[in-house]
């Protein structure tokens, strides 16, 4: 399997969904709409394609990695998903929108930093940016980059 490196670094001006003006951010990822393992071992490290919620904030600072596993030969028709949902403890997480983004863009074998804007998912109010930094790995070739 080839591998997607992506560090969820943070977001800006995402939709307060929470009394206050704020809400409790945090993203899920998969490729194109397929569901990934909850978790993934790599070198003794624990992956798992969600990252933290950071509390009371429309402005989330995550500085987290993932790693998704992408099936050969699909890189051209799938994506990388990453959802943005605002915590919520008594009720059903709030949907505060999404980034997608095709594969074809991590290709040329070098890591991408970039802001993306959020979309709506459905028909959700979504504003905001996200930035990652991502680095897509084929079998066999070794990823050395700290990330």
């Known amino acids: 399997m080839n591998k997607l490196y992506i560090r969820v670094v943070e977001a800006k001006g995402l939709r307060a969904a929470d009394f206050g003006g704020k809400s409790d951010p945090?993203?899920?990822?998969?490729?194109?709409?397929?569901?990934?393992?909850?978790?993934?071992t790599k070198k003794g490290k624990l992956f798992t394609p969600k990252t933290k919620v950071i509390k009371k904030t429309v402005n989330p600072v995550w500085k987290e990695s993932k790693m998704l596993y992408v099936v050969p030969g699909n890189e051209e028709k799938d994506f990388l998903r990453v959802v943005i949902y605002d915590w919520d403890r008594a009720s059903k997480n709030d949907l505060l929108g999404m980034v997608k983004i095709p594969m074809t863009t991590f290709l040329n074998g070098k890591s991408v930093d970039a802001w993306y804007n959020v979309e709506p998912m459905k028909k959700e109010k979504a504003k905001g940016e996200l930035r990652l930094i991502t680095h897509y790995c084929p079998i066999g070739v070794p990823f050395y980059n700290n990330f």
């Not at 945090?26 to 993934?40: A, G, H, M, N, Q």
């Open 26 to 40: 945090f993203c899920t990822l998969s490729i194109s709409d397929k569901e990934v393992s909850d978790k993934i």
